[in-house]
């Protein structure tokens, strides 16, 4: 019963299985990004999700047999990677696809051709499962395979039924597996034991549709959806223990363990659960980042954010005290470069990427180590909700990172209690805002019998005739309304543009005879659109025919803006880096927004170098080419595509030739030099990894240039300089105030002094200590520590404590004397962090001299009343 496989490397085992298929009439794709078409799906979870428009109906299928090595991403396992065997985060997926071409007979045939012949797997070690009420399956493999029945196992719906949700496409799976302890016998064959079998093929054949009730029909089209993961191929075929230990991943393990300088085969399982971990993650935050993902704190950045984090925590676990990601980086981009080629173009955006990550990391890191370990100090049954959320809101430390600490240590995290704490935070932010519902889809859906979609004239004309299909105040249905009332109206057509892309809706007019409606926004709902405004003369009655006319003067800003954010992101890629993308925009009459992936801040120098780029595109007159074409033809054309953006099968092209093409449904001037001018006004980081530059262009421009002429103006009266003179005033006066804050300070410090000698009499000796807790109004943080020193100093052998009140603010500082500290086991540090806590704050420092603050000044006598009766305790 002993096999012993030829051994192939990972790459050997991806190539012969691509040309098997090939061999056999499948166009061998490319593998889909990791960043998924798909609006509904995070990331890349399956070999088959690059084709499942295909195979739900939603696009014609280009070849009817193809073959994948799809890289994917599975996060929902997380907590077991590097401790099975098999779990990975990143993994690929070697497929083959049949689009209502060959079906069940010709799968199985291929995949135990592929496994037994091409692999060499021996038939005695394989076992194969199938649906339970899939006959036809278990016949084939039985009749027509040749397997024993008994090596035929049928399994439930949960095992073996690939669905693609509540309702549509489905069918029954067979599935293969290697069988690593044949010596076992085959009367008790149990899948479910991994340490004896791996499932490595899975064959999906797509037969029904399920309606809502639940009833199964056959399709008139069958498909055929298969997955072997290549991992797990190359755990059997190079005879290792697991998938880590392949050649896959295992040069990166190594190259993580040369790091922190220990032998894999000689470390124990927590060590070799640390380094899979880092083997595993280091793979997934490569692609991810190759593929254009960037750290954050929501979707998929904060997937990428975790796995970094996960990476940084084992390598310090292993004793790697410095940053070290971007070496192992280094092994995972040379493993797959040959395949996935952007992993080393895009070389310099991963590591920075990593580098970044890593150093804001260590920093949250030593933070919040430092007070969790302070909690794990008092043995805790577990812990609470408050001190998770407190970890996570003030220190920046993840929930889950806090789960595993916690499990590390034998305790649980109370969840229900941070969820709890999440919400009451969610609660206080959103008391602070404003919010306004515009949405009336509940009325329109009532109303949808008998409105249709919108048809949008605007491209081509400002203002036409159009029905009045639907009159709506406060989101319900009126027949008509009169002079003064704010109402939506649904008309046939319109030349207003609704909000969408960025870019805000069109002002203008509504009229019919003696009626006039001012409209001050459009927004679409589905394919309706609705003009929200004001009826500002006369009754309007639904079924009547006004004359729309959108505010041309709006209209032309709005375009002027649009253009010049195209502009913008042309200038952006030429000169920052041609991966940047873009991450949100908005387009307003007044100024234009641009949201982007961009690791860093511009510099000065790039921001003039892109606002004089687009302003030479401007001068240089480039005609507007709008056209609608295919949506694949616009991608091979270069066609820019907003990210995660849903588009249709066709789209609309805007180009100004040699300078920038984007697919885009807003307004737009015909050509460049309409714009002006255009003029960066800021730019901002808003979150990790995303800028923002504000500007304006065209007539915005001088409204911008002549308020701050206004400015400029003004500041010359008040200091009676002239413009040019205004920079070194400034200065001038900025050191004089400097000058007179030192010295103010400098005067502050003395007073206090003054005031804290007075203080001495009032010292209280407890044993061999003397105890001194006092406020000192008026004093600042700084004043307040040098008072503490020198009281301290002058009392010997004691602990001072001090604080001070002000705008509502609180200051505090201890000071403690050696012996306090090596006798008494207290801290300057963490006591007066913990005071600072009952003043709504926090706070530390040496164990001899400490400050901390607060919000609740209030709060202030309670607080030195509690670190008086502690210190007098803890001397005792």
Same mark, same amino acid.
């Given at each position: 019963?002993?096999?012993?496989?030829?051994?192939?490397?990972?790459?050997d085992?991806?190539?012969?299985?691509?040309?098997?298929?090939?061999?056999?009439?499948h166009?061998?794709?490319?593998?889909?990004?990791?960043?998924?078409?798909?609006?509904?799906?995070?990331?890349?979870?399956?070999?088959m999700l690059?084709?499942?428009?295909?195979?739900?109906?939603?696009?014609?299928?280009?070849?009817?047999r193809?073959?994948?090595?799809?890289?994917?991403?599975?996060?929902?396992?997380?907590?077991?990677?590097?401790?099975?065997?098999?779990?990975?985060?990143?993994?690929?997926?070697?497929?083959?696809?049949?689009?209502?071409?060959?079906?069940?007979?010709?799968?199985?045939?291929?995949g135990?051709e592929?496994?037994?012949?091409?692999?060499?797997?021996p038939?005695d070690?394989?076992?194969?499962?199938?649906?339970?009420?899939?006959?036809e399956?278990?016949?084939?493999?039985?009749?027509?395979?040749?397997?024993?029945?008994h090596?035929?196992q049928?399994?439930g719906?949960?095992?073996?039924?690939?669905?693609?949700?509540?309702?549509?496409?489905?069918?029954p799976?067979?599935?293969?597996?290697?069988?690593?302890?044949?010596?076992?016998?085959?009367?008790?064959?149990?899948?479910?034991?991994?340490?004896?079998?791996i499932e490595?093929?899975?064959?999906?054949f797509?037969?029904?549709?399920?309606?809502?009730?639940?009833?199964?029909?056959?399709?008139e089209?069958?498909?055929?959806?298969?997955?072997?993961?290549?991992?797990?191929?190359?755990?059997?075929?190079?005879?290792?223990?697991n998938?880590?230990?392949?050649?896959?991943?295992?040069p990166?393990?190594?190259?993580?363990a040369?790091?922190?300088?220990?032998?894999?085969?000689?470390?124990?399982?927590?060590?070799?659960?640390?380094?899979?971990?880092?083997?595993?993650?280091?793979?997934?935050?490569?692609?991810?980042?190759?593929?254009?993902?960037?750290?954050?704190?929501?979707?998929?950045?904060?997937?990428?954010r975790?796995?970094?984090?996960?990476?940084?925590?084992h390598?310090?676990?292993i004793g790697?005290?410095?940053?070290?990601?971007?070496?192992v980086?280094?092994?995972?981009?040379?493993?797959?470069?040959?395949?996935?080629?952007?992993?080393?173009?895009?070389?310099?955006?991963?590591?920075a990427?990593?580098?970044?990550?890593?150093?804001r990391?260590?920093e949250?890191?030593?933070?919040?180590?430092?007070?969790?370990?302070?909690i794990?100090?008092?043995?805790?049954?577990?812990?609470?909700?408050?001190?998770?959320?407190?970890?996570?809101?003030?220190y920046?430390?993840?929930?889950?990172?806090?789960?595993?600490?916690?499990?590390?240590?034998?305790?649980t995290?109370d969840?229900?209690?941070?969820e709890?704490?999440m919400?009451?935070?969610?609660?206080?932010?959103?008391?602070?805002?404003?919010?306004?519902?515009?949405?009336?889809? =509940? +009325?329109?859906?009532?109303? #949808?019998?008998?409105?249709? &979609?919108?048809s949008? *004239?605007?491209? /081509? %004309?400002?203002?036409?005739?159009?029905?009045?299909?639907?009159?709506?105040?406060?989101?319900?249905?009126?027949?008509?309304?009169?002079?003064?009332?704010?109402?939506?109206?649904?008309?046939?057509?319109?030349?207003f543009?609704?909000?969408?892309?960025g870019?805000?809706?069109?002002?203008g007019?509504?009229?019919?005879g003696?009626?006039?409606?001012r409209?001050?926004?459009?927004?679409?709902?589905?394919?309706?659109?609705?003009?929200?405004?004001?009826?500002?003369?006369?009754?309007?009655?639904?079924?009547?025919?006004?004359?729309?006319?959108?505010?041309?003067?709006?209209?032309?800003?709005?375009?002027?803006?649009?253009?010049?954010?195209?502009?913008?992101?042309?200038?952006?890629?030429?000169?920052? =880096? +041609?991966?940047?993308?873009? #991450?949100?925009s908005?387009? &307003?009459?007044?100024? *234009?927004?641009? /949201? %982007?992936?961009?690791?860093?801040?511009?510099?000065?120098?790039?921001?003039?170098?892109?606002?004089?780029?687009?302003?030479?595109?401007?001068?240089e007159?480039?005609?507007?080419?709008?056209?609608?074409?295919?949506l694949?033809?616009a991608?091979?054309?270069?066609?820019?595509?907003?990210?995660?953006?849903?588009?249709?099968?066709?789209?609309?092209?805007?180009?100004?030739?040699?300078?920038s093409?984007?697919?885009?449904?807003?307004?737009?001037?015909?050509?460049?030099?309409?714009?002006?001018?255009?003029?960066?006004?800021?730019?901002?980081?808003?979150?990790?990894?995303?800028?923002r530059?504000?500007?304006?262009?065209?007539?915005?421009?001088?409204?911008?240039?002549?308020?701050?002429?206004?400015?400029?103006?003004?500041?010359?009266?008040?200091?009676?300089?002239?413009?040019?003179?205004?920079?070194?005033?400034?200065?001038?006066?900025?050191?004089?105030?400097k000058?007179?804050?030192?010295?103010?300070?400098?005067?502050?410090?003395e007073?206090?002094?003054?005031?804290?000698?007075?203080?001495?009499?009032?010292?209280?000796?407890?044993?061999?200590?003397?105890?001194?807790v006092?406020?000192?109004?008026?004093?600042?943080?700084e004043s307040?520590?040098t008072?503490?020193?020198?009281?301290?100093?002058?009392?010997?052998?004691?602990a001072v404590?001090?604080?001070?009140?002000?705008?509502?603010?609180?200051?505090?500082?201890?000071?403690?004397?050696?012996?306090?500290?090596?006798?008494?086991?207290?801290?300057?540090?963490?006591?007066?962090?913990?005071?600072?806590k009952l003043?709504?704050?926090?706070?530390?420092?040496r164990?001899?001299l400490?400050?901390?603050?607060?919000?609740?000044?209030?709060?202030?006598?309670?607080?030195?009343?509690?670190?008086?009766?502690?210190l007098?305790?803890?001397?005792?």
């Amino acid at each position: 019963m002993s096999f012993s496989p030829q051994f192939l490397s990972g790459r050997d085992i991806r190539q012969k299985f691509l040309t098997f298929y090939a061999a056999r009439h499948h166009k061998i794709m490319p593998s889909a990004s990791l960043v998924p078409e798909d609006p509904t799906v995070l990331l890349t979870i399956a070999g088959m999700l690059p084709f499942k428009p295909i195979f739900l109906g939603q696009r014609p299928r280009e070849v009817p047999r193809a073959t994948t090595s799809q890289k994917c991403i599975r996060t929902n396992d997380i907590e077991n990677v590097g401790r099975t065997a098999r779990h990975h985060t990143f993994f690929e997926m070697l497929g083959n696809f049949s689009f209502g071409d060959y079906f069940k007979e010709q799968a199985i045939a291929w995949g135990w051709e592929l496994s037994t012949e091409v692999f060499g797997l021996p038939p005695d070690r394989l076992v194969v499962s199938v649906f339970e009420e899939d006959d036809e399956a278990f016949a084939i493999w039985r009749d027509q395979i040749g397997i024993p029945a008994h090596r035929i196992q049928r399994m439930g719906e949960a095992d073996n039924f690939w669905k693609s949700g509540p309702t549509g496409p489905c069918g029954p799976c067979s599935e293969i597996y290697y069988d690593f302890h044949p010596e076992l016998g085959d009367k008790q064959i149990d899948l479910e034991d991994d340490s004896r079998f791996i499932e490595f093929y899975n064959l999906v054949f797509m037969q029904y549709n399920r309606d809502a009730d639940g009833n199964l029909t056959p399709l008139e089209n069958q498909n055929i959806d298969t997955g072997m993961g290549l991992e797990r191929m190359a755990q059997i075929l190079q005879s290792v223990p697991n998938n880590y230990e392949t050649d896959l991943i295992f040069p990166i393990i190594k190259t993580a363990a040369d790091i922190a300088g220990i032998d894999y085969a000689k470390s124990d399982d927590k060590t070799k659960v640390s380094l899979k971990v880092i083997g595993d993650h280091v793979r997934a935050v490569v692609h991810l980042i190759a593929d254009g993902v960037t750290a954050s704190n929501i979707g998929r950045g904060y997937i990428l954010r975790r796995l970094i984090r996960r990476v940084v925590r084992h390598g310090r676990l292993i004793g790697i005290g410095e940053e070290f990601t971007t070496k192992v980086a280094e092994t995972a981009i040379a493993l797959s470069e040959e395949v996935y080629p952007n992993t080393r173009d895009r070389e310099s955006v991963i590591k920075a990427e990593l580098r970044r990550e890593e150093s804001r990391f260590l920093e949250t890191l030593e933070r919040g180590e430092k007070l969790l370990s302070e909690i794990l100090d008092k043995k805790p049954k577990q812990i609470s909700g408050r001190d998770a959320f407190v970890l996570y809101d003030t220190y920046g430390f993840p929930l889950e990172l806090t789960q595993e600490i916690a499990e590390e240590n034998g305790l649980t995290v109370d969840v229900d209690g941070f969820e709890a704490e999440m919400e009451e935070q969610r609660k206080r932010s959103q008391a602070a805002h404003e919010t306004i519902d515009l949405t009336v889809q =509940g +009325s329109l859906d009532k109303l #949808a019998e008998h409105i249709h &979609a919108t048809s949008f *004239l605007g491209y /081509d %004309f400002p203002d036409s005739e159009a029905t009045v299909e639907a009159v709506l105040i406060a989101g319900k249905s009126v027949s008509e309304a009169a002079a003064g009332s704010e109402v939506q109206i649904v008309l046939d057509q319109t030349p207003f543009y609704a909000e969408s892309g960025g870019q805000i809706g069109d002002r203008g007019y509504l009229t019919s005879g003696d009626v006039i409606i001012r409209v001050e926004d459009v927004k679409k709902e589905s394919d309706i659109f609705i003009h929200f405004g004001r009826v500002e003369r006369g009754t309007l009655t639904s079924g009547v025919t006004v004359n729309a006319r959108i505010d041309r003067a709006c209209r032309r800003r709005a375009q002027a803006n649009h253009t010049a954010t195209h502009l913008l992101q042309a200038a952006l890629k030429l000169i920052v =880096g +041609s991966e940047i993308s873009q #991450a949100g925009s908005l387009v &307003a009459f007044d100024r *234009l927004r641009f /949201d %982007f992936n961009c690791p860093r801040s511009l510099t000065a120098e790039e921001l003039q170098q892109v606002e004089d780029q687009v302003n030479s595109w401007i001068a240089e007159a480039h005609p507007a080419a709008v056209a609608e074409m295919p949506l694949e033809e616009a991608k091979n054309k270069g066609a820019i595509a907003m990210f995660g953006e849903k588009y249709a099968d066709v789209v609309r092209v805007v180009d100004y030739s040699g300078v920038s093409m984007e697919l885009c449904g807003g307004t737009h001037v015909t050509n460049t030099a309409e714009i002006g001018l255009f003029k960066i006004v800021s730019e901002t980081g808003i979150a990790s990894g995303i800028r923002r530059i504000e500007a304006v262009a065209g007539q915005s421009v001088l409204d911008y240039l002549n308020v701050r002429d206004g400015v400029v103006k003004e500041l010359g009266d008040r200091f009676k300089a002239k413009p040019e003179e205004l920079p070194d005033r400034i200065t001038n006066l900025q050191s004089e105030l400097k000058a007179a804050q030192k010295q103010l300070e400098a005067v502050k410090g003395e007073l206090a002094i003054a005031k804290s000698d007075q203080l001495l009499s009032t010292a209280e000796a407890v044993g061999d200590f003397k105890v001194l807790v006092a406020e000192l109004p008026g004093a600042d943080a700084e004043s307040l520590k040098t008072a503490a020193e020198r009281l301290q100093q002058k009392l010997g052998e004691s602990a001072v404590v001090l604080g001070a009140g002000s705008d509502g603010k609180v200051s505090l500082v201890a000071a403690f004397s050696p012996l306090v500290i090596k006798d008494k086991k207290l801290q300057a540090g963490k006591f007066i962090g913990a005071i600072a806590k009952l003043c709504g704050g926090g706070g530390g420092g040496r164990p001899n001299l400490a400050q901390a603050g607060g919000r609740d000044a209030d709060k202030l006598p309670e607080a030195l009343e509690a670190a008086k009766s502690q210190l007098i305790d803890g001397l005792k």
